[in-house]
């Protein structure tokens, strides 16, 4: 779209207001997924598999359904009978093959069966009136395992057109890219080191467990209310699920605790929905935190071999990494991600990537912040650190050396625009941290990381009121503060205060399509929307000045919240202010309204550097994360303490996926830490005050510069954290989490 | 005429091609003829594809131009957390 | 099977509920009392999201029983505001974007409230080990400990 | 599930007597909530014991000794102003407990009976020498705090009977205690290793020594051969390698999602120097 409009000197973007739901949420009164209630509503719970891999005998649920307090029991049987087809159809049905089992239980914690009742005690009571009979079957959890020849096949026939022939049933999609010729480039390097790497499936990890209240009647007509990412893919994959329109069914987004890519699909609802039509109720459903470990989430575990050449000045000469994904029992899993990801903050000549997505007995993995990218980036700027310092080279100047910039040919193919990888190493180099002395048993570590971001269909309105205030209707959740950018965009082009702007995310009876609020889409995407669509109003404005003044529509201006004349030959007229001009509107043609609907394709790509310190404890092998420094390339900030947030967050997130998040698998395939106590997520005790710095290259793409800054933060903490653990212990660690029993084992030698 | 990269795994598809030229003034124009040329593109381009026209990365829209002599690649569908 | 009939006392407010034995004080307060804002986030005690006080105690209300809380006095987030007058941790907290999805912020207020109580002067890492006990997976925590420091700082200065 | 809260520890335990099915008492409750929501543990039977007189009390004998009442809380112990300087290892292993929400609820006593071998308070109780008063259908007796958990999640106390007192010896002369263990976090963790030391030294040479080990066996272990490797000693190189060594040794740990075998064997060990560090320095009176 023509973006002849940039912008680069502002009056409200880039200030810190106070948001907008902030008393909301400080006084208890913001209404999250589980906080309503509805007349007559019923309580459901859902009955899950407590095995690995079984097959679904017979499920008797008469006992649950004669209990007086049950008013509803659905299985599979109560779902629409969704066509298995590739593409977006076929997803579909996994997404219901995910939801409620049908033929087999296909991991611990798989849905079999759900009731609803007169409460959540009964509920949860009735649950065990259910019988379930299952032939136990084989089941794999390992990547590396579900690859080899005997393993169980999860399901046949479930890979696409991409995995090469003879590959095991359980491997279903298959990425190569890159360019060169690797072997002639490793053949130029001085050292060349292989080493293969190995990171454990992380949840999301959000504080809000899954919650929806749903209301379906026999009519096919429908509300659900639940917390989620994006409230239009909940739409239509709930009326698929459930054989009904679409646009029957109203779905409105909570106040959202927390996503990070595990809420972008449905897991609840569509039962809750199924329960309700049965019911004839509105049914609400609550997930326990261990439902949510057992079957939502988690990000992809990997298994990883990465080969790195190096010439004794610095230079890259060749990279290739193999990566291999299990994400769960269904295909999906983003191996071909990890491969474009990988590589992608260097320059290089020769480089090969190959992804596998690969299937086994554990829930479906979901999205979790660039998804993909964390484990490739672990991999790649380990051997890279392990390079630099076998050839005594300083690691943030052989990164310099070998750095993407505006014109480079990328890993995955494309030439690079505007860029500012360079920018943030440059930060990183002369940042007071980098230089700091180190105390004994301490190490430092450095890494770079790279996330596309996303644009997305996207559709915003905006209504000005006769008071001259201004009310904006986005589609995207927003869960770190984006109402709060919304309004400062929308204040920006309006010229009018900040604090005049009311930003509702609309439900889907009231807005057109909305993409998910992921790929670090919203600021980007909804902003640029934002933006559109209050200089549509602004057009508006100055046609009503226009007619007002007697003069033509392109000799007036808007300026500083006024229509003004463009010129001194428009004519001699007083600044006409917003509120003057909506104050008459009902009289001067109508209400005056701005509207964007479209699907913005200008995401600029992003890079961040992190510096971070690490102490390790040589007897026991523990960790303490002394200092932190995110440097990241935010394009333009809206909201500078709101980016500053999402840096912090997913260094923070980095944090506890390096040392000790972990998905732990017991021989008989069930989750073995479906609790926080020892899901392992990092406490305020465990962290040390995370330093931000806030490059800016701003993106061609949008009309502020804003690139996306959500992701990209937890793309380098991985290796960044491995090679401060690296260096502190002196032994290099190939495994992540670095859990005390890893370390301890590598600094003994035996791990 | 505008060049279209392909990513490698991609090449089983089109006889050993990584590199394929088609005459489009289009991103969707692009995709139709990449599948008239090599119809066995339709399963990836099904399963979802991005197109990179000049480095900037068009994730899903059909009717973006595609300026004669430009840097075209195919890339797997972009997905976010 | 018989429900229990409990009296007590919330946010300076007589109530009364009744509740099933195996009901957390929490269970009561959300669908029983309306009070929503304390959140479950794992009913397990390791989150802290649903942190209330329990005669001037800090406790997971998901750790006490509904009929426990008999004759007891209760806090919760609801009644931290005073009328239109927001605490001072709650103004700080919206002034330095120490909240983004905001789920945890009502448990970590009401902590932070109970510490700032017994120790008008904690240092960063007292902080840190008093709040370990209220996950927040959005902010990193930084923002969040420069807020109940700054507003321990504030309030010194005031009184 | 029936919940009965009891004015005497005569009538909770003549409930527990005559109950059928699964039994538990409340006090602190954040193990008895934690079985009961995640649908573990569902009782019977729960009977709260906080009604009863005197459960809150810490009370300092004349001879020195303590006697604590069997809901007094985490954070109530660590309030009070004299039983911490008297017996820190104690008062520390109990403030280890989860988090500060936790103690405001979270008992010794509780703590003992749910039978963990990780327990935080069980090694340093044990080193302490703290005893039990069990109260029955037959009256009270007296047991060792060792001999309560005999497994996971199993005590040796008989239908109808509870702790009604937790006593604490007296301090006495140039004696310290110390609890240290193992998390991987900082906070929140349930122990992967946990020692408790109690010493008493005659000038700079020890003279008597307990040492408890927690989660490396299937009950807290008191280990002889530790307090072997440590009376007679100044707390020298050789005496802190024999106690590590005796410490590892006496470990028979299990592989689970907290830690390894070899892991908890050596840091049982590395743990056992450090706390008993702590331990003699506060025995000599400095502060540690």
Redesign the interface.
Known sequence: MALDDRKSRFTFVGTRPNRPDGLDKVTGRARFGADVTAPGMLFGAILRSPHAHARIVRIDTSKAEAHRDVKAVVTRADFADVPFK??LEGEFWNVLENVMAGEKALYDGHAVAAVAASSALAARDALKLIEVEYEVLPHVTDVDKAMAPDAPVIREGAA???V?EGMHPNVVR?????HGDVEAGFAEADLVIEDHFVTEATH?GYIEPHACLASLGADGKGELWCCTQGHWIVQKTCAALLGIETAQLRVTASEIGGG???K?TVFIEPVALALSRKANRPVKIVMSRSEVLRATGPTASASMDVKIGMKKDGTITAAQGVFRLQGGAFPGA?G??TA?CAFAPYNLTNV?QVGYDVMSNRPKQA?????GAPMGAFAVESVIDELCKKLGLDPIEVRLKNAAREGTKAS??????RIGLVETLEAAKGHPHYSAPLKPGQGRGVACGFW??????TSVSLALSEDGSAQLMVGTPDIGGSRASMALMAAEVLGIPYENIRVTIADTATLGYND?S????VTYASGLATIKAAQHAVEKLCERAAAKWGIPVDAVKWENGCAVPSGPNAGDFDPLPLAEITADMGRTGGPISGHFEA?P???G?SFGTHIVDAEVDPETGKTSITRYTVIQDAGKAIHPAYVEGQYQGGAAQGIGWALNEEYIYGEDGRLQNPVFLDYRIPVASDLPMIDTVIVEVPNP?HPFGVRGV??TGIVPPLAAIANAVSNAAGVRMRQLPMSPPRILAALKGNG | MVEV?L???LR??TGGQEVVRVQAATTGELLRELVRLHP?LQ??I???VSV?V????????LS?PIPEGA?V?L??R???? | MTKHHVTTTVNGDTVEYLCDARETLLDCLRDKLNLTGAKEGCGTGDCGACSVTLDGRLVCSCLVLGVEAEGKQIETIEGMARDETLHPLQRKFIDHAALQCGVCTPGVLVAAKALLEKNPDPTEEEARYWLAGNLCRCTGYDKIIRAVLETAAELREAS | MQYHRPASFAEASDLAAHATGITRFLAGGTDVLVQLRSEIVTPDTLIDIKAIDGVRDIARHADGSWTLGVAVTGAEMSEHPQLGREWPGVVEAMDLIGSTQVQGRATLTGNLCNGSPAADSVPAMVAAGVTATVTGPAGDRVVAVEDIPTGPGKTSLAQGELISALHIPARGASGGDAYLRFIPRTEMDIAVVGVGVNLRVDGDTITEARVALGAVAPTVLLVEDCTRALIGTTLDHAALAALAAAASAACKPIDDKRGTIEFRTEVAGVLAKRAAKIAYARAKGETA
């Open positions: 590739p593409g696409d057109y991409s090469p298959y990425h190569e890219s890159g999301q990070f890519g595990g972008t983003p071909d991600m474009m090969r999205a979790y912040r660039a998804p995955y193919g494309p030439t690079y625009d596309f971001n996303h644009g997305g269909e998910v992921h790929g670090s889409r699907t394709e200008g995401a790509v793409g959500g992701e | 990269h990513w490698s795994g089983s598809l066995q399963a990836p099904d399963a979802g990179a000049n480095g900037r990365i068009i994730a899903a829209g973006e840097e690649y890339m797997q972009l997905r976010g957390g």
